[in-house]
């Protein structure tokens, strides 16, 4: 959104409406802020009401021009008049209830605002949204794929469509494969997903477009369509490869990087890789990123000393919780290279590393999961 949609000129005449602020949530100076509105995955954007502390509207994903224009006219509609509909309020309290972490009972309250809302309801998108996003954190992934389902068919044809449908296909293949619905329900959401993709009234940004690849291709994986993951990991690099071709600028162009080393070491061919991060590695000096997916590139190469060069690089970028990341893929070099020792050290370090962040940045399940893999070692 930074690359594509925060520059566009449409949304200059917000900049003496709203006080725009950007939290970068490595920052342990951010921590206070992450505990009294956590943040689990990004994009999300907050609209807070200042004087009362208080949410206005909570979105979780990557949103086009138009959406974000919609959502502040909400934001600032609902903090001048402080009148309701029905169905408002209760969006409004299920974004509350989201940014407090409460999955639970925001799905309960994003429910009862579609159940309440009228006809048209311009934002029945955003609060099916809201409640799929809910229902997949707190592990309600049956009703999550079921209300998907539902959803569905009322927000066809629209930008919401898109997450919709995504979710619910992302829900139905995380079900246990012993339920007897899986399968059925995996089925019409590849379909509704595909839909989507291939609409081109649908304007949704590139990146979120390649997103849908990668819940298409997760559902192949999972019900064990070989050639049709093959497929679809080939045409999505094709989209991938074009997309960043046609980025106008070295922002824009990055944009694609996660995706494409992701693309790159799916297919086994992780040396394409090489050359667009180590542009963004000249792009972008302070940037622990393109060094880190480098590191990546060349442990699936097996050109381990590379590897930990690049691992180095990113290293001594990068901070706060996003330094994990880089410490496991520094591990899992040491032990592709057949150091157990240095492998075993380098995750003491993550967990001593994990353990010193500061609370809205610490991760108990994180800490957990890195001590049970240095138990395994």
Known sequence: MRAYVYTDKGLERYAGRFVWLSINTEDAANAPFLK?????????????????????????????????QTMLADSERKHRSGAEAVAD?????ADALESKGDHAAAAKSYDSAIA???KRWPRLGRASEGLLFALSVAN???PCATRALALYPRVKGTVSAANVAASGLGCATGL??????????????????????????IKVAADDRSSLYITLIDAADATGEDEAAVALRLEWVAFLEASAAAAKTPEQRAVYDSHRIGAYLDLQTPEKAIPMLEQSERDFPDDYNPP???????KAMKKYDEALAASDRAMAKSYGPRKL?????????????????????TIAQAIDYARSLPEGQRS?????????RLAEM
Do not use: H
């Open 36 to 68: 009294r509105y956590p943040i689990p995955v990004l994009p999300t954007l907050l609209v807070l009401d200042a004087k009362r502390n208080d949410v206005l509207l909570r979105y979780v994903g990557g949103a086009t021009v138009p959406q974000l």
């Open 89 to 93: 309020r209760l969006l409004r309290e």
């Open 116 to 118: 309440n809302a009228p």
């Open 140 to 142: 309600e992934i049956e």
């Open 176 to 201: 246990d494969k012993s339920n007897a619905k899986r399968m059925e329900m995996i089925g019409a959401l590849e379909k509704a997903t595909r839909e989507v993709l291939d609409d081109p009234k």
């Open 292 to 298: 880190a997916r480098l590191a990546l590139a060349y």
């Open 325 to 345: 990341s880089v410490l496991t893929t520094r591990a899992d070099i040491f032990a592709a290279r057949g150091d157990a020792k240095a492998a075993r050290d």
């Open 364 to 372: 108990e399940r994180r800490i957990a999961a890195l001590e049970k």
